[in-house]
């Protein structure tokens, strides 16, 4: 009984140690990748504290060689844009200007009835309202309303309100995001110039980069730089 007592604290601080350094998110704003990983962590951490007959150093060596091959690929998909869609997917448009992409939902499976609670549990009851809704790529669902049915900002007293665009990002730590650039419509040539208008010689300089719905570029060096 006391040793199942001793493995039991010491597995408890293992994890707790392992599931930290793989990142503060919580249990909804993980990858389905990392679901798995944290699973497959806490069963053998849960098969190590139940039997004597497991070694305990047998159940210690998988958990944190896991541990360290999340680190790794979280590195890795931080650092590049391609390995990043292989493994975590892109974010799925379920409504795009008030249309129902019937293509992406067949392809996720999502049912009406689905997509009606999702827009519910955002609090839109009348779908006609939604311009854009898109489910991300750790199972989350985002909305955004039209512009007649959103609450009351500065901007909306102008005369004359901007057409509704789809914010982007452009540059990821350093790397050009080419499918947010044929997203926004645009193409390297006018990154480039973008760049330059803001005195900035390459996409390395910069943490990240895009345009928000009024079109307008953004734009925030890495740390140690300047800062627009």
């Known amino acids: 009984m006391a040793l199942i007592f001793v493995r039991t604290i010491l597995l408890y601080f293992i994890t707790l140690f392992a599931m930290k350094a793989m990142g503060k998110r919580q ?131 102008l005369a004359d309100p901007p057409p509704e665009r789809k914010p982007q990002l452009l540059i990821l730590d350093g790397q050009v995001n080419e499918h947010g650039l044929r997203e926004l419509g645009r193409d390297r040539s006018w990154l480039e110039k973008q760049l330059q208008l803001a005195r900035i010689s390459s996409p390395a300089e910069l943490f990240v980069a895009g345009c928000d719905e009024s079109g307008q570029f953004f734009w925030q060096k890495k740390e140690g730089g300047p800062q627009p």
């Open 27 to 157: 249990l909804g704003q993980l990858q389905p990748f990392e679901v798995v990983i944290v699973l497959i962590v806490s069963d053998i951490a849960t098969l190590a504290m139940q039997s004597n007959t497991i070694s305990l150093l047998s159940s210690l060596i998988p958990i944190l060689v896991i541990t360290l091959l999340q680190i790794i690929l979280s590195l890795l998909t931080m650092k590049s844009e391609k390995l990043r869609v292989l493994i975590c997917g892109r974010p799925v448009t379920l409504i795009e200007n008030g249309l129902l992409q019937e293509g992406n939902m067949y392809r996720l499976r999502i049912h009406l009835n689905d997509l009606q609670e999702m827009c519910r549990s955002q609090g839109y009851f009348d779908i006609s309202g939604i311009h854009t809704a898109v489910m991300e790529t750790n199972g989350s669902f985002s909305v955004l309303p039209r512009q007649e049915k959103r609450p009351l900002q500065l901007g909306d007293l």
